[in-house]
């Protein structure tokens, strides 16, 4: 059988995905055979916050929990993939990790970590130019005295919803996410777009060069799109992204 995919939401953004992105895929994925889920985390779109007394992190996995339980107890399948794009990314992975029913992820601008060649890739331009390396310069210094005039504080802005702030993994933390996945055969596809590449990801074979300890056993499988915003905006990109995912769909799993 043909795994289930589930959408989860990027953001505050409701089930629907950011300019329809979630519904668009699903609609294409169905006339394929592949059945999907779309649903409002808690505190999220049309759902209020979990009743069940939990908070953060542990409510939306308890969610991913859930919602996989009743596909499950309908009789809709027994293998999910979990697709979530910035903090549904995370989210995704974070699911995928306590529940074994997950067979695959795809992550979009999900969790990255720099190497050399990032940096390289990221101020050789800005060094081969005296203007720009100025406008760096001065851009920098901008915000170190932005930040100086900000109030003494180690915890967020009172503004700030600790929920949504991103906290990327400590690098071996993930490393042993990314080992256990493998050990259960999970498939991964993570895809990057020019959103991230000025933060922490910025070529192809990044994910492969911070991680070349790990044997990825086929597991793993990595886009970049260097051109595409962080919502896939434009049809053109957006219409790659969906070939992207649906190629990998089939090679992964219809046997």
Known sequence: ????LVFLNAGLLHRVGPYRMHVDLARQLAARGY???RFDLSGRGDSGK???GAEGPAALLADIGHALDLLEKGGHGTRFVLFGLCTGADHAHRGAVLDPRVTG???LDGYGYRTWKFFVRRYAPALLSPARLLRSISSRLGNLLSHAREPAGDGPRPD???EFLWHLPAKADFAGDLRALVQRETRM???????VSSDYYNYQDQFQDAFPDIDFRGCLQVRMFPDADHEFTLLEDRARMFDTITGWLDRNFIS
């Open 35 to 37: 059945a999907s889920l």
């Open 105 to 107: 992820v795809i992550l």
């Open 160 to 162: 700030q919803d600790e």
């Open 50 to 52: 979990a009743s069940t």
């Open 1 to 4: 059988d043909l795994p289930v």
């Open 189 to 195: 596809l993570y895809i990057y777009t020019a959103g």
